[in-house]
């Protein structure tokens, strides 16, 4: 029953993996547009479709949890899943949607071009600041004395943080706002991490290759000195003769 559960599990990761990536990229393209045109004509459809892809979110998530063997064990190494159904419940936290946005995004693509580091990093990179961007301007923009009011705001602000450079020019003044800028420090950090083990991981990939080669060369180089010598027995013990 336990390895049925687990394969059922695995078949159902299997199946959404690539629905649930068009869904976070829809997710993505909807909660832009939604940003970019506030108070548009399509700001509502843009809120019921946000809410019917968070909806699957959930329903994956507890799916997924239903069928877990251990679910003490699923629920503490999903912590960030959780979170990215549950709390959106709250308008203040709305913007954790964007959490599994960037977990699916990282999760599908990450083995896909790990070989290709700069191009993973970069779009990892991409993929965290323009969302981090989205974030703390629709969070700041209607805020009294807010600093951050424009893309091109939010998007100096998320560099400056993400460098760790903060000049102090651009700053959240919401709730809202400071949640982001905590998740993209701590993200910040995070992807740092990401981006040293890839490359480390990259590198170790690429030495055991230089290793192997080198282990068979040697092995060939010992096999010929070795026929050599046979060969250099039978000539001696002919020439003897």
Same mark, same amino acid.
């Given at each position: 029953?336990?390895?049925?559960?687990?394969?059922?599990?695995?078949? =159902?990761?299997?199946?959404?993996? =690539?629905?649930?990536?068009?869904?976070?990229?829809?997710?993505?393209?909807?909660?832009?547009?939604?940003?970019?045109?506030?108070?548009?004509?399509?700001?509502?459809?843009?809120?019921?479709?946000?809410?019917?892809? =968070?909806?699957?979110?959930?329903?994956?998530? +507890?799916? $997924?949890?239903?069928?877990?063997?251990?679910?003490? =064990?699923?629920?503490?190494?999903?912590?960030?899943?959780?979170?990215?159904? +549950?709390?959106?419940?709250?308008?203040?936290? $709305?913007?954790?949607?964007?959490?599994?946005?960037?977990?699916?995004?990282?999760?599908?693509?990450q083995h896909k071009i790990r070989q290709r580091v700069s191009i993973y990093v970069a779009g990892v990179t991409v993929i965290v600041a323009f969302c981090a961007s989205l /974030?703390?301007?629709?969070?700041?923009?209607?805020?009294?004395?807010?600093?951050?009011?424009?893309?091109?705001?939010?998007?100096?602000?998320?560099?400056?943080?993400?460098?760790?450079? %903060?000049? /102090?020019?651009?700053?959240?003044?919401?709730?809202?706002?400071?949640?982001?800028?905590?998740?993209?420090?701590?993200?910040?950090?995070?992807?740092? %991490? +990401?981006?040293? /083990?890839?490359?480390?991981?990259?590198?170790?990939?690429?030495?055991? /290759?230089?290793?192997?080669?080198?282990?068979?060369?040697?092995?060939?180089?010992?096999?010929? $000195?070795?026929?050599?010598?046979?060969?250099?027995?039978?000539?001696?013990? $002919?020439?003897?003769?």
């Open positions: 029953m336990l390895q049925s559960n687990e394969a059922r599990l695995e078949r =159902w990761e299997r199946k959404v993996e =690539w629905p649930l990536t068009a869904l976070a990229v829809l997710f993505l393209v909807a909660y832009a547009w939604q940003v970019f045109d506030d108070h548009g004509v399509m700001h509502f459809s843009l809120e019921i479709v946000l809410w019917l892809v =968070w909806a699957v979110f959930a329903a994956d998530y +507890v799916t $997924r949890f239903t069928l877990a063997n251990n679910k003490f =064990w699923f629920f503490k190494t999903h912590l960030f899943d959780l979170a990215a159904v +549950v709390l959106p419940m709250v308008r203040q936290l $709305r913007v954790l949607r964007l959490i599994t946005v960037i977990t699916l995004l990282n999760k599908k693509f /974030g703390v301007l629709d969070a700041e923009r209607h805020a009294e004395n807010a600093s951050i009011t424009t893309f091109g705001d939010a998007l100096w602000w998320t560099l400056t943080t993400m460098s760790t450079v %903060g000049y /102090g020019d651009r700053y959240p003044v919401t709730a809202e706002g400071r949640l982001v800028a905590g998740l993209l420090m701590v993200g910040g950090i995070a992807l740092l %991490g +990401v981006i040293t /083990g890839t490359i480390a991981s990259w590198l170790v990939e690429k030495l055991r /290759g230089v290793e192997e080669a080198e282990l068979e060369t040697v092995q060939e180089l010992r096999k010929l $000195r070795a026929e050599l010598a046979e060969l250099r027995a039978e000539l001696n013990t $002919r020439s003897g003769g």
